[in-house]
């Protein structure tokens, strides 16, 4: 019990400021799962969800009792909502890696044509049925801007379960809109990891971009024999996220 008080009270002195531990932590395992997620590690999953547990507990706000700047309800519904889809991917990589008899997973692919324009569809519907709802909620303004960010990232999580490389790229227009929220609402720690992940995802872009050219321009057999795997010893987000 002393352990999990300090979790929840323990915070980092910045200047005249302070960061909150949790936050700090859950950004961390959330960078390590997106490093595993970039090399398509399985491990990037359950690394995940630990990182959504802690932050779920910051972004609640005061439900925890904590002095946490504001609360969010679309980040807080993120964390639970990757929890949610790392459990699908998590199982979903492993079969995959079972079913090839190896250290292999789900091979990384371009969504079609018709899956593209189907994420998007979603994200701008999804983000206006759950503004209202969120803001019935008291999130922190702007509200549409907290309901992007979990349509964004429901997308992006299930796209890398999927094995879609244009998940990264959803993952760009999520930390487009999240980072200022979160410096606006003085969620410091994420705003600023949020920043560093606009950059890492693009990296991961291209590392997924050029594994699926390798895909491509495989041997026939080769690519009906390993269509649906991965390279699991090579952001999650992973993502998760």
């Known amino acids: 019990m002393d352990i999990l008080r300090w979790l929840f009270e323990a915070q980092i002195p910045v200047g005249g400021s302070v960061l909150i531990l949790r936050e700090v932590l859950g950004n961390i395992f959330g960078l390590a799962s997106a490093l595993g997620g970039m090399r398509r590690k399985v491990w990037a999953w359950p690394v995940g969800i630990a990182g959504n547990l802690l932050l779920l507990t910051v972004f609640l706000g005061n439900v925890f009792g904590s002095a946490t700047p504001a609360t969010l309800w679309g980040q807080a519904g993120r964390q639970v909502m990757f929890i949610i889809v790392a459990v699908y991917g998590w199982q979903r990589w492993q079969q995959s890696r079972r079913a090839a008899g190896s250290s ?13 324009v189907a994420l998007v569809l979603a994200l701008a519907a999804g983000t206006a049925a759950l503004t209202p709802l969120f803001d019935s909620l008291g ?6 801007a907290d309901a992007w960010t979990f349509m964004g990232s429901l997308l992006a999580t299930y796209g890398m379960a999927r094995g879609w490389t244009e998940f990264w790229l959803i993952w760009v227009a999520v930390d487009v809109v999240g980072v200022p929220l979160l410096f606006s609402a003085g969620y410091f720690a994420s705003a600023f990891m949020y920043l560093f992940y606009g950059f890492f995802t693009l990296a991961g872009f291209i590392v997924w971009w050029r594994a699926s ?5 495989a041997e026939p057999s080769a690519v009906a024999d390993s269509a649906i795997r991965v390279e699991t010893a090579f952001p999650d987000p992973a993502v998760s996220k």
Do not use: L
Request: zero cysteines; hydrophobic letters at 45%.
């Open 213 to 217: 050219r390798a895909q491509a321009h």
């Open 104 to 116: 292999t997973a789900i091979a990384p692919a371009w969504a079609s044509a018709r899956t593209r």
């Open 139 to 144: 999130s922190y303004p702007p509200v549409w």
